[in-house]
Structure formats: structure tokens, C-alpha cells
């Protein structure tokens, strides 16, 4: 566990190792250098399922070879395609679903997540989870296209029906410079 709450991306780490066990079906939508997707194989273990998606040949290749470096490539799915495509490869109901959005740290700034895309990839997300099952989100709102897509999260998730999500807001109030944003939407037992 995490001994300091000081970033968001600590909080979302914090919450899956808290949330996911073995066998779990869970889904990395941004892979990016495969941090995120590391750990889920981990957490997970040889009798769970990772799916990881990303659109950058690059991002996928990097976390393929970060999987075998650890041998941990065997329970894990990469696909080259947008997110907002989720539905037509998790074929399983998932326990957990993670968006780390913005552009691939030292990559190019040019290729980001975009608020239309992500929205219809939530969407679908929502419909893929359990019952009891969590969506972790992080948001960059330090630069523009990551404030626009963080308003229409915001918008998106503050309207949907509270008997069926618990939706949860962590910002860090008194920090400088725009820090990331973390939404964690728990899907209800009906
Ligand atoms: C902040 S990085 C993810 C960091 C990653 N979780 C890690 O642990 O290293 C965001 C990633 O989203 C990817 N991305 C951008 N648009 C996407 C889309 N529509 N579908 C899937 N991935 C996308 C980018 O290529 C980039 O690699």
C-alpha cells in the first residue's frame, strides 16, 4: 500500500491493489509505457485477464516487452486500437477498467486522448463493468485538449443515475499548477 496520498496516481494504484484479485478480468484502456498494465498482470496472476489498449505502435511494443522482461505476458491481451472500440474485444464483464488519459510521457504531445472518444469509451465501460465492479480515471487538466475532455467527463459522470453508480471525485485542492484529476466510479449490486 501507499503510505502518502499526494498524487492522484498513487490513489489509483492504491485502489486497485486494494480492489483486484487473482483471476479478476480487468482492462488498462490507456497502456502507454505499460506501468498500469504491470501491475494489473500482477495483480491479477496467471488465472486473470489484462486486456490493454492503446493507439501508438510504440506504446503497445514498450509494454510488451516491460510484460516479458517480468514474465508477465501470459494473461495479458494488447490491441493497437481506440478505446472507444473496447466492446468489440472485451468479450468478458470486467472487475476493473482503467483510463490514465493525456499524451505518452516523453512521447508526442500531438497524440491524446480526445473528450469525444473518451466519452463513448467510458460509456461503453460503464456497460462493460460487474456489479461492484470500478472505473478509475485520471484526468490532465494542466494543458487545454485535457481540460475540455475533463469538463465532459465531469459533465458525463455527474449525471448518471445514482442507484446504479457511486461516482467519487478526487482533487487535490492546494496544490499549484493544475494537478491531475482522478474520477472513481463503483458500479452498484441491483
Ligand atoms: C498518460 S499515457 C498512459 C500512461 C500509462 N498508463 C502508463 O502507466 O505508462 C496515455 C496513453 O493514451 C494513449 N491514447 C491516446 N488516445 C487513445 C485512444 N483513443 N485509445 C487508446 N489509447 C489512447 C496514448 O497513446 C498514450 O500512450
Redesign the pocket.
Known amino acids: 500500500m501507499y503510505k502518502y496520498f499526494n498524487n492522484v496516481v498513487s490513489i489509483a494504484k492504491a485502489l486497485m491493489i486494494k480492489r483486484i484479485s487473482k483471476g479478476n478480468i480487468v482492462v488498462?484502456?490507456?497502456?502507454?509505457?505499460?506501468?498500469?498494465?504491470?501491475?494489473l498482470a500482477q495483480l491479477v496472476g496467471e488465472e486473470g485477464k489484462v486486456y490493454g489498449?492503446?493507439?501508438?505502435e510504440s506504446?503497445i511494443n514498450n509494454?510488451n516487452l516491460k510484460l516479458i522482461e517480468n514474465n508477465f505476458n501470459e494473461s495479458v491481451y494488447l490491441i493497437k486500437?481506440?478505446?472507444?472500440n473496447i466492446d468489440q474485444y472485451v468479450v468478458d464483464k470486467a472487475d476493473l477498467i482503467?483510463?490514465?488519459?493525456?499524451?505518452?510521457?516523453g512521447?508526442s504531445h500531438d497524440?491524446?486522448?480526445?473528450a469525444e472518444?473518451?466519452v463513448i469509451?467510458l460509456e461503453k465501460s460503464l456497460d462493460l463493468l460487474k456489479e461492484n465492479g470500478l472505473l478509475l480515471v485520471?484526468t490532465?487538466v494542466g494543458h487545454n485538449e485535457g481540460k475540455t475532455e475533463d469538463r465532459q467527463i465531469n459533465k458525463y459522470f455527474s449525471v448518471i443515475d445514482q442507484k446504479k453508480f457511486n461516482v467519487l471525485k478526487f482533487e487535490f485542492i492546494n496544490q499549484i499548477n493544475y494537478p491531475p484529476v482522478l474520477y472513481c466510479v463503483e458500479k452498484n449490486k441491483l
Open positions: 488498462d484502456a490507456t497502456v502507454g509505457n505499460g506501468n498500469d498494465t504491470l501491475l489498449f492503446d493507439i501508438q506504446a509494454t486500437d481506440s478505446h472507444e482503467v483510463f490514465n488519459l493525456g499524451y505518452l510521457p512521447g497524440i491524446v486522448t480526445k472518444t473518451t469509451a485520471t490532465y
